[in-house]
């Protein structure tokens, strides 16, 4: 019988700077909660987080709050229908002092690197992420560099006004591994950041926030993830969960491993984030959602019949047995 | 049938205008014609919302076709100028059911002519193949809009029942929040009855008038197939007369229409068109009628009618009224083509008859055979929609309860033991918790179950579950439950042992709480 690598004090401590952050961020982001607990999962497993939301929303607020909270360098490419390759990832330049080509490195040479509204850029463009998430690493004429650890990579879409955009295809969509529904905040909410912000100038507030993270606190906690206990029973009932998508009446394509690994990475995450040394069946309920809405594509009877991908999966979760020792 | 008394204007009428005719008739006769459908209708309808308010008021849709007999035997009666009452017409209901009462209301109840065929089955007393007939040549004509006058009506229930809700709605007073529209949506009680009413009183308007316009349909198209106005204006002619003349006119007159009528029956395109001719044409001897039109034509210079007769068609046997002209055009002659043309001496060799019928058939039975192919295959094509929108329909999703004993797995094979008491015990002794574990949580499991409704199904998880029973529980049992499912829990997911002091208070307070209620119903 395995038990748990990390003792309480180190799980409190955990705990502490992980709330201590997402409180750091909500301080801006105010009325997004479970938006901000996604993103710092996401963050902590080592994932790539596709928002998608309506503007004016905070998507960028959240990005730059995020990185000041734990004093990392972002940078953030508006993704146009001209936007190239070389202009996310960078590109070698002839210096004519010298004779020599030198390489120009590109805004996804950072930490925090914000792809906003991703699917205005043709699929070239979009491509030219595909090494960048799953590699971690980039290749200008043919000499690969690697990206500075930690690397996350958040793209936003919006879901109306979608004349002239791309559909982000299935290879990418399923190297993001969470996707973030970010809607309206609650009335409460919206008054309260209404009032914030008109106390305050706009940018006021998010100059205000102070880093509670270092870059080797955010480092460690990746790593303590590695030790968070999960029961083989769990990881069999993620796979099954995820393999149930692919024989579902329903869906005409279900999701691939990568969903399985995610969705076991995001319920130790998830698990950390609530101080617990180990994994239950709640935790990988709960990263369900945002792990695989983006990774199933319902059949046309379904999309007709006004489902969403989420009451499908609610009915998939509903169907498949808990784990029980 | 007497023309003599007939109360309404006899003249060929296009069917827009029969339709109107319709209406005024309805307008004229409300009073026997509401009557019988509220004595009739109401109390079913009544019984009907009273079983389900939901359903009620469509078996009685179903049912319609039977009720407006009722309506069309008023209309029948008062048209030949009977007096005929609500009262009466319900008395006399039951037996206008005889025929054809089942396809009425089943198979033939979405047919669009049903108010038009109506009389057919009920007045001419027609059924099988010869009212097929009959209503091949009622409808053989371009001015047919007996399905149209259907879809009129429709509208015409719609729009009252819309206007009654919107008009009900309206003058609701404003600060009470209610919306009567939302019947359509989310239906509450009283809502229902005040729809269903609203319904009733739609139906009570719009039948009479639908039955109104479709019998006055099917008259004109009679008065036109068999010249009815003709008659009677034969009849008119001699009114005035009087004494010897007058009887011998009366009967020359008479004669001459019944002839006159024979010559357009011998005219028509079927014979079938003429059915149940002993209630339309007055009975008279056929020796008679000869005698009577040689009197006739005897006679016949004498009278002016004639005369002006005569001197129209020397008018039009001069130029440039004489010229006959023969124009060849290609028309369309019916489906008894065969029968007429058989008639005709053809002068088509025989083989190519044969070849173009062979052709014909070969034709047909291909054409027949493509449209059963499209048809298959677009059942082939659309097979997954509609086995989806049938599954769909049929299926709900279904969510297993939890069968508690296999809440842990220790148990679910091996079954509880008969002396939890002492099992307890005796695991507790052994320190064996896992299992210990599992067979309190079990058995409290069942036990709450007993008392409350515990609505667990398999794929909850340990804390779903334990929300679920706090929701049941209350005071000391909440607190053991939740004690026991995180210790529980810990044990199964995180591997942590629990120790011996926690485990010897969880068995104390298992004990106080269930082991007394387990013993007391035996069902350890």
């Not at chain 2, 197939?225 to 009887?247: A, H, V």
């Not at chain 2, 008479?254 to 002993?278: G, Q």
């Not at chain 2, 809440?407 to 320190?431: I, N, R």
Request: glycine letters at 4%.
């Amino acid at each position: 019988m395995n038990e748990s690598l990390l003792d309480e004090t180190k799980l409190q401590e955990a705990r502490e700077k992980i709330d201590a952050l997402k409180n750091n961020v909500r301080q801006v982001l105010i009325g997004q909660d479970e938006v901000v607990e996604q993103v710092v999962i996401a963050f902590l497993a080592g994932g790539h987080v596709l928002l998608e939301g309506v503007p004016g929303l905070g998507k960028t607020l959240l990005i730059r709050a995020l990185a000041k909270s734990i004093s990392l360098d972002y940078k953030r490419v508006q993704f146009t229908p001209d936007l190239m390759p070389a202009d996310v990832t960078g590109h070698s330049m002839l210096d004519m002092a010298s004779g020599k080509f030198s390489i120009r490195k590109g805004p996804a040479f950072t930490n925090l690197l914000l792809a906003d509204e991703i699917n205005r850029a043709p699929a070239k463009t979009q491509a030219a992420l595909l090494e960048v998430m799953q590699e971690y690493q980039i290749t200008i004429d043919g000499q690969s560099m690697p990206l500075e650890s930690p690397f996350m990579v958040l793209a936003t879409q919006n879901p109306i006004d979608n004349e002239g955009t791309y559909p982000l295809p299935e290879a990418e969509l399923d190297r993001f591994m969470l996707k973030v529904l970010v809607s309206y905040p609650s009335d409460v909410d919206e008054v309260n950041l209404t009032k914030l912000n008109t106390q305050n100038q706009t940018g006021v507030v998010n100059s205000q926030l102070n880093s509670v993270l270092s870059k080797e606190d955010a480092l460690q906690l990746r790593e303590l993830v590695n030790n968070i206990l999960i029961d083989d029973k769990l990881v069999e009932y993620a796979v099954g969960l995820v393999r149930s998508t692919r024989e579902w009446d329903g869906i005409v394509h279900g999701a691939g491993i990568r969903a399985s690994i995610a969705l076991v990475q995001t319920a130790k995450v998830k698990a950390l984030c609530e101080g617990q040394g180990f994994v239950t069946p709640d935790h990988i309920k709960a990263m369900l959602f945002p792990v695989l809405r983006h990774r199933i594509i319902l059949s046309a009877e379904r999309e007709i019949s006004g489902t969403s991908p989420e009451q499908i999966l609610l009915e998939i979760s509903e169907q498949a047995v808990a784990p029980r020792q | 049938m007497n023309l003599d008394k007939i109360s309404i204007d006899i003249r060929p009428r296009n069917s827009w205008r029969a339709f109107d005719l319709g209406c005024v008739m309805a307008m004229k006769w409300w009073k026997p014609l509401m009557g019988f459908w509220l004595i009739a209708t109401a109390p079913l309808f009544l019984l009907a919302c009273f079983i389900s308010p939901e359903f009620g008021p469509l078996l009685i849709w179903l049912c319609k076709p039977l009720f407006e007999r009722g309506l069309l035997y008023i209309y029948s009666r008062r048209v030949f100028g009977e007096e005929v009452s609500a009262k009466q017409a319900l008395i006399n209901w039951p037996k206008q059911l005889k025929k054809m009462w089942f396809s009425s209301i089943t198979w033939r109840r979405l047919s669009p002519s049903r108010g038009f065929d109506l009389a057919v089955v009920q007045l001419e007393g027609l059924t099988g193949e010869a009212r097929s007939k009959r209503l091949t040549v009622l409808h053989k004509t371009t001015d047919d809009n007996s399905g149209w006058w259907l879809f009129i009506c429709l509208h015409w229930e719609v729009f009252f029942l819309i206007g009654l809700l919107t008009t009900i709605n309206l003058i609701i007073p404003q600060g009470i929040d209610i919306n009567v529209m939302t019947v359509f949506r989310q239906p509450e009680p009283w809502m229902l009855w005040l729809y269903n009413a609203c319904l009733f009183t739609v139906w009570l308007i719009v039948a009479p008038i639908f039955i109104g316009g479709s019998f006055a349909s099917y008259l004109n198209r009679r008065i036109i197939l068999e010249g009815w106005d003709i008659e009677l204006n034969f009849k008119k002619i001699i009114i005035p007369k009087s004494g010897n003349e007058e009887r011998s006119n009366k009967a020359s007159v008479l004669s001459l229409s019944v002839i006159f009528i024979s010559i357009l029956l011998l005219n028509a395109p079927s014979n079938s068109a003429y059915a149940n001719e002993t209630q339309l044409v007055p009975e008279v001897n056929q020796s008679e009628i000869v005698a009577d039109a040689k009197l006739e034509i005897e006679t016949e210079s004498e009278q002016p009618e004639f005369e002006s007769k005569k001197r129209i068609r020397d008018i039009l046997d001069v130029p440039p009224f004489n010229e006959n002209q023969t124009v060849k055009k290609y028309r369309w002659k019916g489906w008894n083509w065969e029968a007429e043309t058989s008639e005709e001496q053809s002068t088509i060799p025989e083989w190519v008859e044969v070849l173009v019928r062979f052709i014909a058939t070969f034709g047909e039975i291909l054409l027949w055979l493509v449209f059963a192919a499209i048809l298959f295959l677009l059942v082939y094509l659309t097979k997954d929609h509609i086995l989806y929108f049938l599954r769909s329909a049929s299926e709900k999703v279904d969510n297993p309860t939890i069968d508690l004993p296999s809440f842990s797995k220790v148990y679910e094979e091996e079954g509880l033991p008969s002396d939890l008491g002492a099992e307890v015990e005796q695991l507790l002794a052994s320190e064996s918790y896992r299992k210990l574990l599992s067979l309190l949580l079990v058995t409290s499991l069942i036990e709450i179950s007993k008392e409350q409704r515990l609505p667990l199904t398999n794929s909850m998880t340990e804390q779903e579950c334990l929300r679920v029973i706090k929701a049941s529980i209350v005071d000391h049992r909440k607190e053991f439950m939740q004690t026991l499912i995180d210790t529980w829990i810990k044990l199964a997911w995180a591997h942590i042992w629990p120790s011996n002091s926690k485990m010897k208070l969880l068995s104390e307070e298992w004990k106080d709480l269930f082991e007394l209620h387990l013993s007391e119903t035996g069902e350890a």
